[in-house]
């Protein structure tokens, strides 16, 4: 399996579900959660969320999110 070595690999997750208000994030139900998948980069992580919000956009409750995975596991370079 080949490795792009002269990219840094950047992880963002991708995941969504409906939420109880539209002013807070809180699950209606934590077991219904869309992870939609994990993403090397931005770039990729936002087509996917995108596409996800695009086809949830008939349900006002339904949000979908990017975390900021790399963040997370290495705080102090960012």
Known sequence: MAHDTDKKQRLHL??????TKL???QFRDLEQL?????????E???AAWKAKAQMTVDN????YFIVHMHRLL???NE
Do not use: K, N
Not at 14 to 19: A, P, R
Not at 60 to 63: L, Q, V
């Open 14 to 19: 991708v995941f969504g579900g409906e939420l």
């Open 23 to 25: 002013q807070e994030v």
């Open 34 to 42: 869309d992870i939609v998948g994990i993403y090397p980069d931005y």
């Open 44 to 46: 990729s992580a936002l």
């Open 60 to 63: 006002a409750h339904m949000r």
């Open 74 to 76: 290495d705080p102090e």
